[in-house]
Nanobody, 124 residues
Framework: QVQLKESGGRLVQPGGSLTLSCTAS????????MGWHRQAAGKRREMVAR????????????VKGRFTVYRDSNSRDNANDLMYLAMNNLETSDTAVYYC?????????????WGVGTEVTVSS
């Protein structure tokens, strides 16, 4: 069973920047989409960014222009580093636990995998 792990979450001041990483426990085949989601205290989980296998991306309106989701196809350190979320000009409303998920499709059999989350706190 593939396991995902997010990293990079920490306390940061408003206006600051963070980059989150999503790493898999093993090689993942058949990826057609990957996403970053967040859940703030007392709120429902929401998707904030998504990247498709063709490289196209989608962003929640609240993060457009501030967040960038990308894959590092040149990474040689760890082939299982799946994607990143670069977050700039962070706002207190960005405080949440951030989760990565991966959707796979192999011969029309679909699965999705989720990480356990990394906490981002934006506060002065």
């Amino acid at each position: 069973q593939v396991q995902l792990k997010e990293s990079g979450g920490r306390l940061v001041q408003p206006g600051g920047s963070l980059t989150l990483s999503c790493t898999a426990s093993e090689n993942v085949v058949g990826i057609y989409a990957m996403g970053w989601h967040r859940q703030a205290a007392g709120k429902r989980r929401e998707m904030v960014a998504r990247i498709m296998s063709d490289g196209s991306t989608w962003y929640h309106d609240s993060v457009k222009g501030r967040f960038t989701v990308y894959r590092d196809s040149n990474s040689r350190d760890n082939a299982n580093d799946l994607m990143y979320l670069a977050m700039n000009n962070l706002e207190t409303s960005d405080t949440a636990v951030y989760y990565c998920n991966v959707d796979t499709d192999i011969a029309n059999y679909r699965e999705d995998y989720w990480g356990v989350g990394t906490e981002v706190t934006v506060s002065s």
